[in-house]
């Protein structure tokens, strides 16, 4: 019998650490936006719990529109019905709150991902994790298939290829790619290296991830290590 009294129990107790200190701090803006958010941000993120766009991007209540799935995928545009959760939340995003950035943040040591790699080798995972994550799979196609690629490089390589997949695949909603367009409505991508901290950039022409310069003096030392 698993006892969840303690689980229960965390929950509460941060919920408590929270009431006294953040909240405190952001009771106003929390009243503020009770009737309603304008965020100008959305971000796609993978459901791990490392990997946090809010605490990462430091982010205030109402800042960050946020859906967040295994290994931060976005499908393709997708009219013949069915239950579209990640299409719905960007579907909300760009046409009723227009929001004017989104990013697209996948993260280090990502079980997707490792997943997606899995199935190629003809171990896929799960019910619903082995068809999902096939969404990366010209991607991962494309790691497999690099020559310049050792088989301890395509984990990351399949995690910053997944980024540029579902920002194409964004580009397939025709809401995303007639804001974008028009200039209201710009696509990102970013990578998180847990062990780090650290936040890559993607960058747009070349799909290339760079280190975001921190100001910490923690960060340069730690990316040496
Ligand atoms: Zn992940």
Redesign the pocket.
């Known amino acids: 019998m698993v006892d969840f009294a303690d689980d229960a129990q965390d929950l509460i107790a941060g919920y408590r650490r929270f009431r006294a200190s953040r909240y405190r701090e952001a009771k106003d803006i929390f009243h503020r936006l009770r009737d309603g958010q304008q965020p100008a941000t959305m971000i796609i993120a ?1 459901a ?1 719990s490392r990997a946090d766009p809010a605490m990462i991007f430091d982010a205030a209540p109402g800042e960050l529109f946020t859906i967040r799935n295994v ?2 995928l976005v499908p393709p545009y997708d009219n013949s019905g069915g239950l579209h959760g990640v299409s719905a939340a960007v579907e909300f995003a760009v046409t009723a709150l227009r929001v004017k950035q989104i990013l697209v943040m996948g ?1 280090g040591g ?4 490792a997943a997606s790699l899995a199935a190629a080798a003809d171990r896929p995972v799960g019910q619903f994790i082995a068809p999902w994550v096939e969404i990366a799979s010209s991607a991962r196609d494309a790691v497999l298939k690099n020559p310049s690629l050792q088989p301890k490089d395509w984990q990351e390589a399949l995690e910053h290829g997944a980024v540029g997949q579902s920002l194409a695949n964004l580009m397939t909603f025709p809401f995303v790619r007639s804001a974008y367009e028009r200039g209201e409505l710009n696509l990102d991508g970013a990578w998180f290296s847990i062990g780090k901290g650290a936040l890559h950039w993607r960058n747009p022409d070349t799909g290339a991830f760079s280190l975001v310069a921190a100001e910490d003096p923690d960060t340069d030392r730690d990316n040496k290590l």
């Not at 990502?110 to 991902?113: A, L, S, T, V, Y």
């Open positions: 993978c791990d290994a931060a993260h990502c079980g997707g991902i």
